[in-house]
Nanobody, 115 residues
Framework: QVQLVESGGGSVQAGGSLRLSCAASGIIFSISALGWYRQAPEKQRELVATVTSDGRTNYADSVKGRFTISRDNTKKTVYLQMNSLKPEDTAVYFC?????????WGQGTQVTVSS
């Protein structure tokens, strides 16, 4: 049974930083593709950042230069370091793990950025 447990969300003022973590279990983490997505109220879920099993990263234009995705295969954890946060970054953030045409989602963690 695959489980993804997210943590690290919270409230911060504009310009601040947060680091999200997503710990996985029940999956071969090292060969999985990982990603962070977010969903703001009344908006569709959107991609924030992804990292492949060999470490290649991809970012949404809106977060390039501010957010960094990373993975620790020994801890089976994917991170999202978020710096220079803006009010428009306010959303529920979800981690996603995909392997062999299957995908799994975390429960989401709220990030609120105040101006």
């Amino acid at each position: 049974q695959v489980q993804l447990v997210e943590s690290g969300g919270g409230s911060v003022q504009a310009g601040g930083s947060l680091r999200l973590s997503c710990a996985a279990s029940g999956i071969i983490f090292s060969i999985s593709a990982l990603g962070w997505y977010r969903q703001a109220p009344e908006k569709q879920r959107e991609l924030v950042a992804t990292v492949t099993s060999d470490g290649r990263t991809n970012y949404a234009d809106s977060v390039k230069g501010r957010f960094t995705i990373s993975r620790d295969n020994t801890k089976k954890t994917v991170y999202l370091q978020m710096n220079s946060l803006k009010p428009e970054d306010t959303a529920v953030y979800f981690c996603r793990v995909s392997i062999w045409r299957a995908e799994y989602w975390g429960q989401g963690t709220q990030v609120t950025v105040s101006s």
